[in-house]
């Protein structure tokens, strides 16, 4: 197992399955707080990440995850789409160049992506969106020892940042808008932050 060009590739794939898999459960979760987009603007996203990828080849990790964030910036509006489309930038900025990425590449690379979804964003923890998943998903990866623990850690974080959403009140995106109201519903952007860490999870086990 390593996190290299093939792998991410595969990473990817396996992504946009989720989201066409994940797309009506996404609807729903953002019809109750939201406008009722983030499925179809995800799965719109990534099948047309998919569809570069297969364009044209990539030299590298840094390639892949570049060509992912220009397609999702491109084609999906919205909140989620610009800051997916920061978040797989600054991976693949970070990770530009590697054949074969370790331990402390990757959770550096992550860890400027979370940054730059916050810059772009200016969410804080627990304000009810993807930055609850993806804070305990960085720092799971930034404690594990082993590439393929920490990714399997990261997943399990980021799974549980997702569930912890649900009593929060909003306090950015479209949801805040509800303010009190936004209480008691799981937030659709974290939810699918989680399956970007399941993905990865499933994808680099084997
Ligand atoms: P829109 O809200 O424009 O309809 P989506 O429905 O696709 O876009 O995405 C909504 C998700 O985007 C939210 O569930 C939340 O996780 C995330 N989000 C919204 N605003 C922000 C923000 N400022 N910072 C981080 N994440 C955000
Ligand atoms: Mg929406």
Redesign the pocket.
């Given at each position: 197992m390593a996190v290299d060009r093939d792998t991410t590739l595969a990473w990817m794939t396996s992504f946009a399955a989720s989201m066409e898999e994940h797309r009506e459960e996404l609807v729903q979760l953002?019809t109750a707080?939201?406008?009722g987009?983030?499925g179809t603007?995800?799965n719109r996203g990534m099948q047309k990440a998919v569809a570069q990828l297969a364009a044209a080849e990539q030299a590298d990790t840094g390639a892949v995850l570049k060509t992912v964030a220009m397609a999702l910036i491109s084609t999906?509006?919205?909140?989620?789409?610009p800051?997916y489309g920061t978040l797989f930038l600054q991976l693949g900025t970070v990770l530009a160049g590697l054949q074969e990425v370790d331990l402390p590449s990757y959770a550096a690379a992550w860890r400027r992506a979370l940054e730059g979804?916050?810059a772009?964003?200016?969410?804080q923890a627990q304000?009810?969106?993807?930055?609850d998943a993806l804070i305990p998903a960085v720092a799971a990866l930034e404690a594990a020892t082993d590439l393929e623990d920490g990714i399997r850690a990261a997943a399990e974080a980021a799974h549980q940042g997702a569930l912890a959403t649900t009593p929060l009140v909003a306090r950015?995106?479209?949801?805040s808008y509800l303010g009190e109201r936004s209480a008691g519903h799981q937030?659709?952007?974290?939810t699918s932050t989680y399956y970007l860490f399941k993905s990865a999870a499933e994808t680099f086990a084997h």
């Open positions: 953002d707080i939201g406008d987009d983030h603007n995800m999906v509006g919205g909140a989620a789409g800051l979804v916050q772009r964003g200016k969410a304000d009810k969106t993807m930055v950015k995106g479209r949801a937030d659709p952007g974290a």
